[in-house]
């Protein structure tokens, strides 16, 4: 796609769109009312019925999505886990069709960075308000990526963290999964940037990230923009338990630079371990490698946000959208 808001396929001033719900139905406690609250609140906003797109252990919703498109979908909301939310990434990626996020999952990586944690009222506002941003992606392969791809630590943190952990407490399990695997032997990798010479570290994780915040609202790469054109590198190095206090306390903190972290720029990044790791895509596992392949796909990806200006933090305005989405939801069941 050419870069432009000109190519805005939804505004506030053209026609109600038309939708589709692409939805992970284990992720959702009652699916008939959660069908009946966003079919009720798209209906009180004036939109017409949505189309609905069940995922499946099979497809996790790239095929959904993609239908959605040929039906002739205009916004698609992705409704679950990170999984799914990736899937619809990469069947939205180079369309005109908005992206909407109706997160359902413990932690949902991209919902984190628009500030929507779990919150079904406020997924629904941000979508009828029509803001949009068109952003950047990552592509490993043949999957994209709208935050972050990692390889190490990172992925194996989220391959340690058990589903009920995270539904009792939330994004604090990650924590718990993180602790198991602090003393872990660093990898020996090597990263070669847009064609670059190679960089040789010893790291405990590699990120390359389109956007920079983690979950609980931390931004690790305070400038990371998901519309730039360029994938942030972040190259962690931390080797005892102090390390990784310091570079913890130096993120939450955001004073200066963060000991243990390099931070590089490229459209291109090869990452080359000496061993197979653990890898990621937005939260998501996918199968562990030696290698880690991104590059990336400007302004690829319209995606539904609280305000469409271009600000770095994409959850501005996201708490004001979660008290009017509720008066939304409230307006869709009386009807």
Same mark, same amino acid.
């Given at each position: 796609?050419?870069g432009g808001?000109?190519?805005?396929?939804?505004?506030?001033?053209?026609?109600?769109?038309?939708?589709?719900?692409?939805?992970?139905?284990?992720?959702?406690?009652?699916?008939?009312?959660?069908?009946?609250?966003?079919?009720?609140?798209?209906?009180?906003?004036?939109?017409?019925?949505?189309?609905?797109?069940?995922?499946?252990v099979?497809?996790?919703?790239?095929?959904?999505?993609?239908?959605?498109?040929?039906?002739?979908?205009?916004?698609?909301?992705?409704?679950?886990?990170?999984?799914?939310?990736?899937?619809?990434?990469?069947?939205?990626?180079?369309?005109?069709?908005a992206?909407?996020?109706?997160?359902?999952?413990?932690?949902?990586?991209?919902?984190?960075?628009?500030? #929507?944690?779990?919150? $079904? @009222?406020? =997924?629904?506002? /941000?979508?009828?308000? %029509? !803001?949009?941003?068109?952003?950047?992606?990552?592509?490993?392969?043949?999957?994209c990526?709208?935050?972050?791809?990692?390889?190490?630590?990172?992925?194996?943190?989220?391959?340690?963290?058990?589903?009920?952990t995270?539904?009792?407490?939330?994004?604090?399990?990650?924590?718990?999964?993180?602790?198991?695997?602090?003393?872990?032997r660093?990898?020996?990798?090597?990263?070669?940037?847009?064609?670059?010479?190679?960089?040789?570290?010893?790291?405990r994780?590699?990120?390359?990230?389109?956007?920079?915040?983690?979950?609980?609202g931390?931004?690790?790469?305070?400038?990371?923009?998901?519309?730039?054109?360029?994938?942030?590198?972040?190259?962690?190095?931390?080797?005892? #338990?102090?390390?990784? $206090? @310091?570079? =913890?306390?130096? /993120?939450?903190?955001? %004073? !200066?630079?963060?000991p243990?972290?390099?931070?590089?720029?490229?459209?291109?990044?090869?990452?080359?371990?000496?061993?197979?790791?653990?890898?990621?895509?937005?939260?998501?596992?996918?199968?562990?490698?030696?290698?880690?392949?991104?590059?990336?796909?400007?302004?690829?990806?319209?995606?539904?946000?609280?305000?469409?200006?271009?600000?770095?933090d994409?959850?501005?305005?996201?708490?004001?959208?979660?008290?009017?989405?509720?008066?939304?939801v409230?307006?869709?069941r009386?009807?």
């Amino acid at each position: 796609m050419d870069g432009g808001d000109d190519k805005a396929p939804v505004t506030a001033d053209n026609h109600a769109p038309r939708s589709a719900v692409v939805v992970n139905p284990v992720k959702v406690t009652d699916l008939d009312d959660f069908r009946r609250t966003v079919d009720g609140a798209l209906t009180a906003a004036g939109w017409p019925e949505p189309t609905w797109y069940e995922t499946t252990v099979e497809d996790p919703g790239r095929g959904q999505a993609a239908a959605a498109v040929e039906a002739g979908a205009e916004v698609v909301f992705a409704c679950g886990g990170d999984g799914t939310v990736m899937a619809c990434v990469t069947a939205l990626a180079g369309t005109d069709v908005a992206l909407a996020v109706l997160p359902q999952g413990t932690g949902n990586l991209l919902a984190a960075n628009l500030g #929507l944690s779990n919150d $079904l @009222a406020a =997924g629904l506002q /941000v979508a009828v308000e %029509r !803001g949009m941003r068109r952003l950047d992606v990552g592509a490993v392969g043949d999957q994209c990526f709208a935050v972050m791809a990692g390889m190490g630590f990172d992925a194996q943190m989220l391959d340690s963290t058990s589903e009920t952990t995270k539904k009792r407490i939330g994004w604090p399990a990650y924590l718990v999964g993180a602790a198991k695997h602090l003393r872990d032997r660093p990898m020996r990798v090597s990263i070669r940037i847009d064609g670059g010479p190679p960089l040789r570290r010893r790291a405990r994780s590699v990120l390359v990230a389109n956007v920079g915040r983690l979950q609980g609202g931390v931004r690790l790469l305070t400038d990371a923009e998901p519309d730039d054109g360029w994938l942030d590198v972040a190259v962690l190095t931390p080797r005892t #338990l102090g390390h990784w $206090l @310091a570079l =913890g306390w130096a /993120v939450l903190r955001r %004073r !200066g630079s963060v000991p243990r972290m390099e931070v590089f720029r490229g459209r291109k990044v090869e990452i080359t371990s000496n061993r197979a790791q653990p890898r990621q895509l937005d939260g998501d596992l996918i199968e562990p490698g030696r290698s880690l392949k991104a590059e990336i796909r400007p302004e690829s990806l319209w995606l539904c946000v609280p305000r469409p200006a271009r600000h770095p933090d994409l959850s501005v305005d996201a708490d004001a959208a979660a008290e009017r989405g509720e008066r939304l939801v409230e307006e869709g069941r009386r009807e």
